[in-house]
């Protein structure tokens, strides 16, 4: 619950699935500046200013926990240590430790279940590969309207943002793949 006196600051900041690490090391960050996060966005992230503390944070992808499922997760890491901070949407959700010189505590502590994770992440890039693959077919055969009636002004973007849309997609279930195959490498 918020107090009345709690001021929050905003901060901007792009975080790809695929590179999760490095939003957590912002956070860190940030929390060693006395910033410490509240809630999450896809871009844009609150934080309330507390200089007497600092914390280590860590983020969690699962999809599909409501209700009682999602109490259950939360009470396991609370069992564990963490403190539940907030979710962004119904996928990451943010957990935080207070920080102690020479750790860096992780929420996941044994490899297979990291590949999973990173499994998980891989199957919701592929699926949405295939969903806007069978869009961008649909729309392909509205664009040959677009085409044949001259309207290249239209088209021509359409299909740069599918190209677009397609390289990043492919380009996050790539790096996925490279994490578990480090990890695989060191079982």
């Known amino acids: 619950m918020r107090q009345l006196n709690e001021q929050l600051e905003k901060r901007h900041r792009l975080v790809m699935a695929w590179n999760y690490e ?3 090391q912002w956070l860190n960050e940030l929390s060693g500046q006395g910033l410490h996060f509240k809630k999450g966005g896809l871009i844009s992230n609150s934080f309330v ?17 409501e209700g009682e499922k999602l109490q259950e997760y939360l009470d396991l890491y609370q069992d564990a240590g963490w403190e539940y901070v907030s979710s962004f949407g119904l996928t990451w959700h943010y957990f935080r430790k207070e920080w102690q010189p020479g750790e860096e505590p992780q ?34 055969i509205n ?14 973007p359409l299909l740069i943002l599918y190209l677009s849309l397609f ?20 079982i």
């Open 22 to 24: 490095k939003g957590e």
């Open 49 to 65: 200013r507390d200089e007497s503390v600092r914390y280590t944070y860590r983020m969690d992808y699962q999809m599909g926990k």
């Open 107 to 140: 929420l996941y502590t044994d490899r297979e279940s990291l590949v999973m994770l990173y499994k998980r992440l891989q199957q919701v890039f592929s699926i949405m590969m295939v969903v806007n693959l069978i869009l961008m077919f649909v729309n392909i």
């Open 143 to 156: 664009l040959n309207t677009f085409f044949t009636e001259g309207l290249w002004t239209l088209g021509i």
């Open 167 to 186: 390289a990043l997609l492919g380009f996050g279930c790539w790096k996925i793949q490279q994490k578990v195959k480090k990890l695989k490498l060191h």
